[in-house]
């Protein structure tokens, strides 16, 4: 089953799930969603963290909140962009109650910051933990991406 959810703002993702173009709340007639993915798009809101807080809502319990953001003091952002950090992100959704922050970190001059949502009133920041083997294999594209990223797995599983 193929896991519901939104990619905000990546345009090049138009085959792999709902896209927007803009930061602007979900519509809601489209049922909660198991993931929500935004990039930059976020930073063109007038209050980045109120539609934050609106994507959450969209979330079903479980669901993952992923930010790719550029931290203003690492990449340049244009004119109408809001100017955020690491920090901004880190505590965006201290206001809100239910969720836990796996990751938070400053990746090549970009926030990655992956909350889940959660069915209590809990605020935890648990980063996950890495065994001793692990990989990640990311294409993030469509079927032919997924197709050539796929064709490696069987030699990692050895």
């Known amino acids: 089953m193929k896991p519901t959810g939104?990619?905000?703002g990546l345009r090049y993702m138009q085959g792999a799930g709902l896209v927007a173009r803009a930061a602007e709340p979900i519509d809601p007639k489209q049922?909660?969603?198991?993931?929500?993915f935004a990039d930059r798009v976020l930073?063109?809101?007038?209050?980045?963290?109120g539609v934050l807080?609106?994507?959450w809502n969209a979330l079903a319990l479980g669901g993952h909140l992923i930010v790719w953001l550029p931290d203003c003091?690492?990449?340049a952002l244009e004119a109408n962009e809001a100017r955020v950090t690491l920090d901004d992100v880190a505590h965006?959704?201290?206001d809100i109650c239910g969720w836990q922050l796996h990751e938070c970190d400053l990746i090549d001059g970009h926030v990655y910051a992956v909350w889940q949502k959660r069915g209590d009133v809990k605020q935890l920041r648990t980063p996950w933990v890495k065994q001793p083997k692990h990989v990640l294999v990311?294409?993030?594209g469509?079927?032919?991406?997924?197709l050539m990223a796929s064709s490696i797995l069987p030699w990692l599983k050895e």
């Open 142 to 146: 469509a079927h032919g991406d997924a």
């Open 138 to 140: 990311a294409r993030t």
């Open 6 to 8: 939104w990619y905000l």
């Open 31 to 36: 049922g909660l969603s198991q993931f929500i």
């Open 53 to 55: 807080r609106d994507w």
């Open 43 to 49: 930073l063109s809101a007038k209050n980045w963290r």
């Open 92 to 94: 965006a959704l201290e």
């Open 73 to 75: 003091r690492h990449e």
